[in-house]
Every structure is written in C-alpha cells, then in structure tokens.
C-alpha cells in the first residue's frame, strides 16, 4: 500500500488527488493520497456511523424541559486486535475533539476485553493480558477497561429470557445441581473462579470440533459483551467489524448454517436478544457516577430502575467500521501518532485480528470455520474489495424475522399464537414464550418453519432433538451443528 | 487387524465413510442409505405426481447418470409411476460430447430409458466448435450455458414433457449461494436454493433431486454401483482456478462434513428474508442500472467442469461492481445517503426510484416473463438472452463469408 516518498522537498513530484498539498504516499481506493487525507478518510467513515447511533441513541429531554441531562453510553468490545484497537483511538480522538471545541464529551464509553484464553489467573488473581490492558489504560486514561474471563458467560442467571439456557445443550450442564431446574429456582452458590474456568474448559473439550468450539466462543464472546453492556447500563455495544470481518462473519455464519440469523449480526441496530415489547428485564439503573461501572453489579434482573424514566434500555449493537477494509485498519494503525502498532504487540501474537477469540483453542491441524473464511478473505480482499463491500450489503438488505409462522408444525401447538402474544400477554406468561422462540444457546429467534421442512436431509435420525426435549428451549440449526457434530 | 463394523446394519464390515457424515457403513448399507435421502427429498417435496412423464436432463457425466440410475431404481421400489426419458443435449463438440454422447447411449440400454437427442445445431445452427471458432475459447461457456438451459427445454417440449430433472448436487447449490452473495444477487439466490424453478407461466419445470446429496457420495454411489459414466472435462472450460467459491467449499467441507448442507440450508433460510420479489427493493445500484452479467443457469454450469467458478468470474463481478461504484460517485447525494446506510434499519423505508436514467428502469422488472418476439421462447425481454448471442454470432459469421 505504501509507495516511495516524494523525490524531494518543495516541489510535489506526486500531489495527492484529494488536497493537491501534500505528497502522495499511500495508495487508498485506486486514488494516490497523503497521509493527512487518508487518516481523514478513516475517521469519517467512523464517525459517520458514530453520529448515526448518536441519532439513535438521543437522550430523552428532561420533563422540567431544556437540555438533555443524561449522557450517552457506550460499551466497546476489545478483542485487542488492530479493528478494535482502532476503533477505541478513533473514539477516543472523537471525544477530544469535542472537547477542544469547547463541548461536553459526546459519548461516554466502558471498554470491555473478554479474554478467551480460558487460562486461570495468576497468584494476584490477574490475568495474564493485564499488562496489555495496563498500557491501554495509560493511553487512554479518559475510559474504563475491564477484563471479562470468558466463563462469566456461566454464571448469567438462566431465568433471563436472553441469557444461555444450559439445559437446551445435549452436554452436561455447567453446574449440575441445576439440571432438571425450572425457570423459578434461585441461582445457586456462585461457584470459584477456578471452578468456573475449569468447568467451561471441560465443556469446550466436549464439543465435536475445533469448528464447534470456536463457534461456541464466539457465541459465548458475543453474550459476554452484550450482558456487559446491560450490566453498565450502556446504550449501545460497539463492534470493531472491518467490511472484511462481516463479510467473513456473514460467509461463516451461511457456512455454519445460520443463515436465518443473519442479517441480525452484520447489521447495525438493536440486539437480536433484545425485545421491545417486554419492559421489564433489562432496564437497569444507571451507575449514580462513572466510578460505578468499575464495579459489575448484576443489576439486570431487577426490574424497572427508576432513573429509566420507565423507558425500556434497548441496547443497539454497531459496527462504526463497517465501510473500513482491514487493510486499511491496519494502514491506519501504524500511521497514528504514536503509532498503535506496539500496543498490538503486547497481546499475544495470535490475537492479531479481529477473530482473536477463534485462535487460541485451535491447534494447528483442525482449522475453525472461521479461519477458513479468513484466508479465503486475506486473498480475495487485495484483489477483489468491491465483492467484499458487497458481501456486507447484500446481507443487510436480509429482512430478519421475529419467528417464522410454522407451516405444519403440529408438535407446539402452544406456539402457533406465539406472535399474537408479544404484546397482551405480560411477565411470564410472555417471557416464557419469548425463551420458547429463541433458541436456547445463541438465543436468536428459531426458525421453526424451516427446521419442519428440513428434517431428515441430514440423513441422520437425531433431528428430534431440534423439536427441544419438553420444557426446554430448542436450539437453532446452527448451533445444533456445533453442538452435535 | 479388528474391522468396524457397519454402523447401519451391524453385521457387514463397515467399507465406506460417509463424506456427509463420516458415518461408517458396508456398502449395500451406503446405497440404500443414499437411495433412501433421495426418496425422501423426493417425498416431502412433492417432486412428482403418479404417471408424470419426466425427462431426465442426460449428459453422461456423473450426476447425471447417477440421477438416471437412482429415480429407476426409486421408480421401481416405491412405485413413482414415472414415465422417464433420457434428454441429451448435443452442442456440436467433437473429442468431447460425441463420447459422452455414446455413454448416455449405453445408459439408455443399461436403464431400458428412451432417449432424445436435441443438437445446437439443429436448434440454433451453430455447433460449439463452430462457436468457438468464431469468437475464441474465451466466454464460450456464456453461449454454451444460454443455449443448454433453453435447448433443455425445447427438447422437453418436442417430447410433450413438461418437467425436467437435472444432476444439480448439494455442492452445486453451495457454490451457488456462496456465489449469489458474494455477487449480491439476492433473486438468483432465492431461485438457485429452491428445488423446482420455473413457475405456472414457464411450460417446462426444472428440479433437482439430488440438491441434497454430495459430489463426493455420487461419486462413490456411481463408483459401488458400477455405473458407465463419462468423466472427461469439456475441452472448451476454463482451466483450473484459485479464489473461487467451489474451492472455499472443499475446504469447508474438509473443517465440517456437513458445512456443504449447512449452506444449502442457510441458503433456503435467507431466500426466505428476502424482502419482496426482487432485490431492487433497494435502489442499488448493483441490481438495477446493471444487472451483473452471469450465465442464465449458472449452477454448476454445464456439469463438465463439475460447476467450478472461474477466476475469472470473480475478477468480471468486482469490475462491475467498481463500475457501479464509479457510477454511484456521480449520483446526487440522496442515492448516496441510501447506499451507504443501507444496512440500516430505516432504510427499508426509503424506496425512492432514484435512477430512472441510467440503465434499466425500475419500472421494468427484471422477472416478468413474456416471450421473446423473435424465437418464442420464454424471456424476461423482448428478444431473449440466446437470440441475442446468436445475432452476435451470425454478425460474425457474415462477416467471415463476405
């Protein structure tokens, strides 16, 4: 990407197509630009999104009138790869750039790392990426960064409609003394961290795959994320996602059989699990001050917090670098000044991509699906930018359905009136329906007509299993496959 | 040495590893069990009706003959009540088709089926030789694929047969979807995934029952049941390529075994988002002021070249689609604002007829059918899609005579 600098100072050998005032030095989408130009060209297809989810996201003017009080709140998921990594100095210099100019800060944000590595703490109880998030801190002292084992994703209170409900997976339940357990039991006795790791280990180990195994990380990451933003009362979950990373998540996701829910992870807009109608589950209360967030309180089961306004929390789901190439991340993360390039380093080497989650559990002979797709990509995005900009629109313009209507599925008679309910019937009654719905492990909305007209195509005699065993939640097909093999 | 036994019957030792499942199974066990998921494709999609005459489209490969053999054998065992008949195409290539031609002459002995010959010749009166000759190797498969799909179909006719089956196998459709989305073509997407094309107005209708089942286990189906096949590539196809969709679904498949199902599934499930009829339900750009060429029936394009993409085939997509950026450049900003938020959720609501200038108009769908004036074919256009190239070729041809 990088050309040779300019012959020599003063005279413009190659001025650069957009300001004319500067020498070329980078080649950015067949034009020949500065570097000054280029830094711009990423930052505003950024902040482009940003003032977007800025629209979304309005706080609501006060009742007493004048200005809105409330600040926004975003929560940004760092894998500590170059998408993410970027994306927190494009906020960050946001955020400074408002303040030069004099206004209050646009946005307040909450970093969040979910560390997958699945390795226990050391001594002092800190995991091992905490020197990494230690000059994160220091380079951004304005945020918060907190660190999130991958096994917190066990400890989510399963009488959540939108948390994982462990008896819908055919392996052996995280914490036995739950099995069998109905939707009223109390949780039981948070168990050890080591525990917790330990028992999240030994459930990965007896996934069938690689390929399952990062599929399920990926799905544990994800509900890590967005139980975090709820957690801090956040508005919005920020995602690194490069074009590149979509359109390789919108090809793994076709590939891992999860096409109906699609067009709920590439697009930008409110949490597949998040559900307009109910207003109870996770409107939690604001931290009073900034310091409460450090402090991870699970406030989410308690209903209505008053500071709400009775206004439900929705929480949006964006990908502010959606029109970026990775490249072209990675181009720019080596350009700012000081460069980002040493904070990448400090992770370990694996993390190098916004996939970070999907490399550390594979050895080197069994691929994930994931990776798969990313080679295919890191070949075809030099040459072919265009079809993977198209990828990600082509899967936006994806209506996503609710829950289908079932052609002929005379198994759940309960369900057939399933969409009539979403508004009169109320607390239980509903949110039973709602878990109903969805699927049990990435709680995205069933697809019940198609599992109807599918069975049997598989050639295997297991498909009951997609009927739900009675009182649980189904899985969806997708993550039937990784579950099952 | 302790052999496994047959996970189906048990008693057998186990011979094959399913590629779909990696199931171990004896060989009889494999044959009926590959029988049987045909049977049910066959039965819960309602593919036939008792005494329907069906052409089963014959071109001596593999699929084909695999197709052949499976629906007498299920026509015999549960009593379809089909009248089947052997559809060949001749495209005038010699070295290749006449051999393959002579092998789907064996088959129709060997299945005791009648078979029909239809020729490009004496359709359009051009062989593929001769299309070659004139326009060069390159873009002949474009030809080849338009007059195939309308040749099927005027071959049925001249039978009276109203319904055609093809050897489309399960990693053809893969290829497809991953192709269609790659392309950003939603409507070819949704048509590609469905078993039965062709509506109520379209005389002759297509299906493919073998869309669940995988290349790897026809091969070994025609392998174990010792089928006379033809397995030599059209001399005309593209080479080997690199980058390409099919290559992406061998290795997935390598990953998962059942990741070629996987995308047939998912590919059925977002057919089935598609919002409206058409995909230019959004004023893009891509689908509506041009339309990215692609063969009519593009999958698994002619079956000798087992459907593969070319390289070239995506180099000729991201320079449409980069040309219709270029065009997008100049838009007026409301095309732009769309375009670019197009993901977003608002925008399903902004339906505005933004390029009534350039290119189709969006008051001409792309999938009314009518019948094209010249050869009375089925068409989307006035004039259809294989009258066009032959008016191309015949420019040429007298040409060359003056």
């Known amino acids: ?485 | 040495m302790v052999s496994t036994l047959c996970a189906a019957c048990k008693t057998e030792r186990a011979y094959i590893k399913r590629p779909k499942n990696h199931a171990k199974l004896c060989k009889t066990c494999f044959i009926s069990v590959f029988e049987d998921e045909v049977h049910h494709t066959i039965t819960s999609s309602h593919l036939f009706y008792p005494g329907e005459k069906v052409a089963i489209g014959a071109s001596g490969g593999k699929d084909s003959t695999v197709l052949a053999s499976v629906l007498k054998t299920l026509n015999e065992r549960h009593g379809y009540g089909l009248d089947l008949v052997l559809l060949s195409i001749d495209e005038g290539i010699k070295g290749y088709r006449d051999d393959s031609l002579e092998t789907v002459k064996r088959n129709a002995v060997q299945y005791n089926m009648p078979l029909k010959v239809v020729s490009y010749e004496e359709l359009y009166d051009w062989t593929m030789d001769q299309v070659v000759e004139t326009i060069g190797k390159k873009g002949n498969c474009t030809y080849c694929g338009v007059f195939r799909r309308q040749a099927l179909d005027r071959g049925a006719k001249k039978l009276g047969i109203k319904h055609v089956v093809t050897g489309h196998n399960a990693d053809d459709i893969a290829e497809t979807v991953l192709m269609n989305l790659l392309r950003g073509d939603l409507a070819r997407l949704s048509r590609s995934t469905s078993i039965v094309t062709g509506d109520n107005r379209s005389e002759v209708k297509r299906s493919k029952p073998l869309k669940y089942s995988y290349e790897k286990e026809i091969v070994l189906y025609a392998y174990h049941k010792g089928l006379d096949y033809f397995s030599t590539e059209c001399i005309y196809s593209p080479e080997a390529f690199r980058g390409g969709p099919r290559s992406l679904i061998k290795q997935l498949e390598r990953v998962r075994p059942s990741a070629i199902l996987d995308i047939v599934r998912s590919g059925e499930d977002m057919a089935r988002l598609i919002p409206g009829d058409s995909p230019s339900s959004c004023a893009c750009k891509g689908q509506t002021s041009a339309p990215i060429a692609a063969d009519e029936d593009d999958i698994g394009g002619c079956g000798s070249q087992g459907g593969r993409t070319s390289d070239k085939r995506m180099a000729a997509i991201e320079k449409q689609l980069r040309e219709n950026e270029a065009h997008e450049a100049l838009e007026i900003d409301v095309a732009k604002v769309k375009s670019g938020s197009s993901v977003g959720e608002r925008d399903k609501q902004i339906d505005l007829p933004l390029r009534n200038g350039s290119g189709l108009a969006r008051g001409a769908p792309r999938q009314v059918l009518g019948t094209c004036v010249r050869c009375g074919y089925m068409s989307s256009q006035a004039i259809c899609q294989a009258c066009m190239l032959l008016e191309n070729l015949n420019k040429n041809r007298a040409q060359i005579q003056i």
């Not at chain 1, 994982?164 to 949780?187: K, T």
């Not at chain 1, 990776?371 to 993977?388: H, K, L, N, Q, T």
């Not at chain 1, 079932?406 to 009136?417: A, L, P, S, T, V």
């Open chain 1, 1 to 485: 990407m990088e050309l040779e600098p300019g012959a020599g100072p003063g005279s413009l050998t190659r001025p650069c197509s957009k300001c004319r005032a500067r020498e070329t030095t980078l080649e950015s989408r067949s034009h020949a630009v500065c570097k000054d130009c280029f830094m711009n060209f990423v930052a505003t297809k950024c902040i482009k999104q940003i003032g977007l989810l800025g629209k979304e996201t309005r706080p609501p003017p006060p009742a007493s009138g004048g200005p809105p009080t409330e600040t926004r709140r975003y929560l940004l998921g760092l894998s500590l790869g170059v998408s993410s990594t970027v994306l927190l100095h494009l906020l960050n210099e946001n955020i400074e750039f408002q303040l030069a100019k004099g206004r209050n800060a646009p946005f307040e944000l909450v970093v969040i790392h979910v560390d997958t590595s699945l390795f226990l703490p050391d001594q002092n109880g800190q995991s091992r990426l905490a020197p990494a998030l230690d000059a994160y801190r220091q380079r951004y002292p304005r945020f918060t960064f907190h660190c999130i084992p991958l096994s917190s994703t066990l400890d989510l209170s399963s009488t959540n409609p939108d948390d994982i409900d462990w008896s819908s997976l055919p392996f052996r339940s995280p914490f036995s003394q739950r099995q069998g357990s109905s939707d009223s039991e109390p949780s039981p006795p948070q168990p050890s961290i080591d525990d917790t790791e330990k028992t999240l280990q030994t459930l990965l180990a007896s996934l069938p795959s690689a390929a399952s195994r990062a599929d399920i990380v990926r799905l544990l990451t994800r509900h890590a994320l967005v139980s975090q933003a709820h957690q801090h009362g956040c508005q919005a979950l920020l995602l690194g996602h490069s074009t590149t990373a979509l359109a390789e998540l919108t090809l793994a996701e076709a590939a891992k059989g999860r096409g109906f829910s699609l067009p709920w992870l590439v697009r930008d807009g409110p949490s597949p699990t998040d559900d307009d109608e109910d207003d109870d589950d996770f409107s939690s209360s604001i931290p009073d001050d900034h310091t409460a967030t450090a402090s991870v309180n699970p406030t989410s089961n308690h209903a209505g917090g008053g500071k709400d306004r009775g206004r439900r929390r929705r929480l949006l789901i964006y990908h502010p670098l959606r029109e970026l190439q990775r490249r072209e991340l990675a181009t720019y993360a080596s350009l700012t000044e000081p460069a980002l390039t040493p904070l990448l380093g400090l992770a370990s080497p694996s993390l190098d991509n916004s996939n970070s989650s999907n490399n550390r559990i594979v050895s080197h002979k069994d691929l994930s699906i994931e990776e798969v797709m990313a080679r295919y990509f890191g070949e075809v995005e030099a040459e072919y930018p265009s079809v993977i900009a198209n990828v990600v629109r082509t899967a936006g313009k994806l209506v996503p359905r609710e829950v289908t209507e079932h052609e002929g599925d005379n198994n759940d008679d309960d369900e057939d009136d399933y969409e009539d309910d979403g508004e009169t019937a109320g607390g239980e009654g509903s949110k039973k329906k709602r878990r109903e719905g969805r699927c049990g492990l990435c709680r995205m909305p069933l697809d019940l007509a198609g599992d109807e007209r599918w069975r049997g195509e598989l050639g295997e005699k297991k498909e009951i299993s997609l009927q739900g065993r009675k009182g649980r939640s189904r899985l969806c097909y997708g993550c039937e496959r990784s579950t099952a093999g």
